[in-house]
């Protein structure tokens, strides 16, 4: 019963920006992080960022740090992924996640529990 959904992504020139929202639904308590995935065509899902949800601490995967910004708002129950600078490299479907356990992976798409659909970012060249 419980739902990701992401949105805010489109198409956008290099060097622009976009801010991804993934709002959770469903009765459930706060997970113990949660994280941005990303998918290339053709390409296997990587880790982009994540954030711990009561210290509010984040992480990022190298390509992106300096330019990707992870935060959360607790009373939407709401993750965000503010990215500038974009590339033409960070083209791909963005898919939000929650992981329930502090065991596991924070980076490892294995380790978290529920997904969204995903939301297609697009940057030309």
């Known amino acids: 019963q419980v739902q990701l959904v992401e949105s805010g992504g489109g198409l956008v020139q290099a060097g622009g920006s976009l801010r991804l929202s993934c709002a959770a639904s469903?009765?459930?308590?706060?997970?113990?992080?949660m994280g941005w995935f990303r998918q290339a065509p053709g390409k296997e899902r990587k880790f982009v960022a994540a954030?711990?949800?009561?210290?509010?601490?984040?992480y990022y995967t190298e390509s992106v740090k300096g330019r990707f910004t992870i935060s959360r708002d607790n009373a939407k129950n709401t993750v965000y992924l503010q990215m500038t600078g974009l590339k033409s490299e960070d083209t791909a479907v963005y898919s939000c996640?929650?992981?329930?356990?502090?065991?596991?992976?924070?980076?490892?798409?294995?380790?978290?529990?529920?997904w969204g659909q995903g939301t297609q970012v697009t940057v030309s060249s």
């Open positions: 996640a929650a992981k329930r356990a502090r065991s596991g992976r924070l980076l490892s798409s294995y380790d978290y529990d529920y």
């Open positions: 469903g009765r459930t308590s706060s997970p113990y992080a």
């Open positions: 954030i711990s949800w009561s210290t509010a601490n984040t």
